[in-house]
């Protein structure tokens, strides 16, 4: 028996286009049969201007409490049902629509970086992978995403099951194989309506981010790709 990981999924209000809190999620993926959660909330000022509940929050410290208040949540409403670890969905002031989902990076990272958002992105880069962490470009293809220069990226988002935004996957995928990129694959979840049934799947279930890591890098895992996304 396989032991299935979501590499892609978001929780309210951290992410102001979420729909399900904590528990809601919690209880979604136990039902799918999953063994590991990781949750990647947007992070970007975009985010934050669009969050009632983060208004006024200009200080960077409190802003990435916020930010990892979800994260705590769904720790807590796990109790001990599935492994919870933290991902990143970054979205650069430079780049409006293009999302970059970072693995392996957490608290300390963040507190230490509060000029992120403002990076370009060689920067980001540079700064992601010193810091050890995997910088995977999500959803490369949609419409209005800056495709980026593959050199400064670890992988690519070869599937995203969102119904609602056109991500060209078989695009995605040849683009990986191209440019022997690691190949991820995320339900995208914002909604209880949406499709779960993507991430990856191993023969031992991942525990830690570093365990993901470590996985993602070494290529054993096999991808899930479940649901009808939207065409493009």
């Avoid at 102001?16 to 063994?35: F, N, P, Q, V, W």
């Avoid at 002031?93 to 992120?116: K, M, N, Q, W």
């Avoid at 991942?206 to 493009?232: M, N, S, V």
Wanted: proline share 4%; with cysteine.
């Amino acid at each position: 028996m396989g032991y299935k990981t979501e590499l892609h999924c978001h929780s309210m209000p951290a992410s102001s286009c979420g729909r399900m809190d904590a528990e809601a999620l919690i209880e979604r993926y136990t039902a799918a049969g999953y063994t590991t959660l990781t949750l990647t909330n947007h992070l970007s000022h975009v985010n934050f201007a669009a969050s009632p509940e983060a208004e006024g929050l200009t200080d960077w410290q409190a802003q990435i409490d916020f930010f990892l208040a979800d994260y705590e949540a769904l720790k807590a409403a796990a109790r001990g049902r599935l492994y919870i670890l933290l991902g990143i969905e970054f979205r650069l002031d430079c780049h409006e629509e293009t999302d970059f989902l970072v693995y392996g990076l957490g608290r300390d990272f963040l507190l230490a970086s509060p000029d992120i958002l403002s990076l370009d992105f060689p920067s980001f880069s540079r700064r992601v992978r010193e810091a050890g962490g995997l910088l995977i470009q999500a959803h490369p293809f949609r419409n209005n995403v800056v495709i980026s220069d593959p050199r400064l990226l670890d992988g690519i988002e070869v599937y995203n099951a969102s119904a609602r935004h056109p991500s060209r996957n078989d695009i995605a995928a040849l683009w990986a194989d191209r440019f022997s990129l690691i190949k991820t694959a995320g339900s995208d979840l914002h909604r209880p309506n949406q499709t779960v049934g993507c991430g990856i799947e191993t023969a031992v279930p991942i525990q830690t981010e570093k365990a993901l890591l470590d996985t993602l890098r070494r290529g054993a895992y096999t991808l899930l790709c479940e649901g009808t996304p939207a065409e493009g």
